[in-house]
């Protein structure tokens, strides 16, 4: 209806009310809805702004307190073998606790993101990780402990793949590759704050409280200040949007068009939308789409995982998921089964000097690797520390080249030079070189990290994403606790055989990502 005929029919005096509304319904009814844009040209015309600087600090916040969590407890190990009378297979089973968390939490909860949303989702996985943490900080026998970490990874399992989709549905293409990078950041940032947070409060053995039957100690404490990204985090995202791509997926234009009136509120201030209609995409290709009559019950709820998973093994993007299964088995056990267990071989080499395979006839019956005073050297934390920190220039490069270079080559190379690397640590001479080689292969394997969280979040369509990052993680925590605890077992009988074995899958799995498509500067769906 055009201007002057609805101020015509509206401003005739010989008309009643009801006849009038009746016209204007009827010549409404003649015109048709205007023409839908597509999501991402819907993105592109609210542009890049404000919305998304906060967006990514939040989401950040969330990635660091995931961060924190997995490896404040491979900063505590050497800290509370004593209190808790570990050995170095109980070592390997707590570290590898988390992941079993890690795995059944990723899975379950990128299925519910994917049905009830990702911002809900969001903030019921960062409190359950936050609240399992500080239950874990008081426990004071190594069963309960156990469990506490166990819940914790629970929680982490489920924010560490939808903070990535959640994040990734508010960009636009152009901004993907380099955001998604920087997002990728702040897993370092979560390594360095756990890192300077282990070096602050844990080498003070006389802080906390002490009695006959409870002790709070300094690694208790440590464990519970790690607690609080992760619960602040949750609070936050209360006043984030939902993501409107997620709504589509539901059918819902309305509610999705609302969420975007909120970013081009922040980003464009007054100015109204350039749009009155969206959809996914306006060529319908590669769309999933979901059953919007499903029940919200557990049994719909797990016949809609089961119909999320066989979307994902159909032909077309059975290769894809084959092939990112076997680059996050690789990575995950190669990176997460050194990773952890960096500041237990820093004590052994900062005790004993030399190689850290050099004394591998530690008594593992007492698994006496350091004093037991339940406090090493300082040098042990600084070296936790500058191993943190050399992730640093590996997630700045990945900011500025990942657009240039392209997702696929910048995994491979960095995973089969961290291969290489894994070869060297056993034949090093002293804890300086020690330190280098670990800074190196931490600068190196982010690299991949960062390439794969780009690649994960663009390879699959917008409907089973959240599902397609669960299996992932899922599959990567399999790895982390198969890595694990291959390091408990095998790092007091000889730790070059574990090392062997994570230079070989990494080097692996460097080759593979040869065969995955490139998603450089194309649409996701």
């Not at 239950?135 to 190594?142: G, K």
């Not at 380099?178 to 390594?191: E, R, V, Y």
């Not at 009136?261 to 350039?274: A, D, F």
């Not at 009559?293 to 059975?318: N, P, Y």
Request: hydrophobic share 45%.
């Amino acid at each position: 209806m055009t201007a002057e005929r609805r101020q015509f029919y509206m401003e005739s005096e010989l008309m009643g009310n009801d006849e009038r509304q009746q016209l204007l319904i009827e010549d409404d009814e003649d015109v048709s809805a205007p023409d839908p844009v597509s999501y991402e040209a819907a993105l592109k015309s609210i542009g890049y702004g404000k919305f998304h600087v906060i967006l990514l600090l939040l989401c950040g916040w969330a990635v660091s307190s995931d961060a924190i969590e997995v490896l404040s407890v491979s900063f505590m190990l050497p800290s509370a073998e004593c209190d808790l009378h570990l050995t170095s297979t109980d070592k390997g089973i707590l570290n590898a606790i988390i992941f079993l968390g890690m795995m059944v939490g990723g899975y379950f909860w990128g299925s519910m993101a994917d049905k009830f949303g990702r911002r809900s989702v969001l903030m019921g996985s960062l409190t359950l990780n936050g609240l399992g943490g500080l239950a874990s900080s008081v426990s004071q026998v190594f069963w309960l402990f156990l469990l506490m970490r166990f819940v914790s990874g629970i929680g982490v399992g489920g924010s560490i793949p939808v903070i990535f989709s959640y994040f990734t549905e508010f960009l636009p293409k152009y901004r993907r590759g380099s955001m998604i990078s920087a997002l990728a950041t702040f897993w370092m940032m979560g390594n360095i704050i756990a890192a300077g947070l282990a070096w602050i409060i844990i080498p003070h053995p006389d802080l906390g409280y002490f009695s006959s039957s409870f002790t709070y100690n300094s690694w208790r404490i440590f464990i519970a200040v790690c607690t609080f990204p992760g619960l602040s985090s949750a609070f936050m995202f209360i006043f984030m949007p939902e993501s409107p791509k997620f709504f589509l997926t539901r059918g819902n234009v309305k509610k999705a068009l609302a969420s975007l009136r909120t970013v081009n509120k922040l980003n464009n201030g007054t100015q109204p939308l350039q749009f009155t209609n969206v959809v996914l995409s306006t060529d319908g290709d590669d769309i999933v789409h979901v059953d919007l009559e499903e029940e919200k019950t557990f049994k719909d709820t797990a016949r809609h995982l089961v119909k999320q998973t066989k979307e994902l093994f159909g032909k077309s993007l059975l290769r894809t998921t084959l092939i990112m299964i076997i680059i996050n088995f690789t990575l995950s056990f190669g990176y997460y089964g050194l990773w952890m267990w960096f500041p237990d071989i820093f004590a052994r080499v900062e005790k004993y000097g030399g190689s850290p395979c050099d004394h591998h006839t530690v008594n593992v019956t007492t698994n006496s690797s350091i004093p037991c005073n339940g406090v090493p050297e300082d040098w042990v934390f600084f070296e936790g520390f500058m191993t943190a920190l050399s992730n640093l220039p590996g997630n700045i490069l990945t900011i500025f080249i990942m657009d240039k270079v392209g997702r696929k080559p910048l995994l491979a190379i960095s995973m089969i030079i961290a291969g290489i690397t894994v070869f060297f640590l056993p034949i090093v001479k002293d804890k300086y070189q020690n330190l280098a080689i670990s800074c190196v292969f931490g600068a190196v394997s982010t690299v991949g990290w960062n390439a794969l969280d780009v690649l994960q979040a663009e390879l699959f369509p917008t409907a089973v994403r959240s599902t397609a990052f669960g299996l992932q993680s899922g599959v990567g925590r399999i790895a982390a606790i198969l890595g694990n605890v291959a390091f408990g077992e095998l790092v007091d009988v000889h730790c070059a055989v574990p090392m062997i074995m994570v230079a070989a899958l990494l080097t692996i799995g460097g080759l593979s990502a040869i065969r995955l498509p490139n998603t450089t500067g194309k649409d996701i769906h």
